[in-house]
């Protein structure tokens, strides 16, 4: 596993993003407006006018993500205004702060064993997280962090 190392500028932004962390541990949302809002698997098949599940399977790939084209999650319950807002369960724990810190301490990876790889749909050129790795996305993203490792379905 290859332990990130932070430029001087994403050192200073996540510095920045850890000290204004609110009482639950939630990024401001000032601090990361391209997030955008949670998209239903419904809502994204109609949008691609395509069955996201059938073809999911099909095209996948291990890549390396530009953080930059990370535009939010896709599917299940999670909205991203929770991320910043309200109290979700999985931010409550303090996992972003615990990734940003990981980043700051030189103890974050940026490549992934087949495990804990991060899952994402590419389509159209924009990528959506669909489960693990929505924190480190949001963290990459925050911080200025250029690419993620993850696991990609490429919808056509």
């Avoid at 239903?40 to 073809?55: C, L, M, T």
């Avoid at 319950?77 to 910043?84: I, Q, S, V, Y």
Wanted: charged share 30%; with cysteine.
């Amino acid at each position: 596993m290859t332990k990130l190392t932070l430029t001087s500028n994403q050192s200073e932004r996540a510095k920045n993003i850890l000290e204004n962390l609110d009482e639950n541990g939630r990024i401001q949302k000032s601090l990361l407006p391209e997030w955008q809002e949670a998209m239903s698997w419904e809502q994204f098949n109609q949008r691609i006018d395509a069955d996201v599940y059938e073809k999911s399977s099909e095209n996948k790939v291990r890549k390396w993500v530009p953080a930059s084209d990370i535009v939010g999650p896709l599917g299940g319950t999670a909205d991203p205004d929770e991320k910043f807002q309200s109290s979700a369960q999985d931010v409550k724990s303090g996992r972003l702060e615990k990734i940003i810190g990981w980043m700051t301490d030189g103890e974050f990876e940026i490549d992934y064993d087949d495990y804990d790889l991060p899952h994402y749909v590419e389509f159209d050129g924009k990528f959506y997280v669909t489960q693990d790795g929505r924190h480190r996305s949001i963290a990459c993203k925050a911080v200025g962090i250029e690419k993620i490792w993850g696991e990609v379905s490429v919808i056509r």
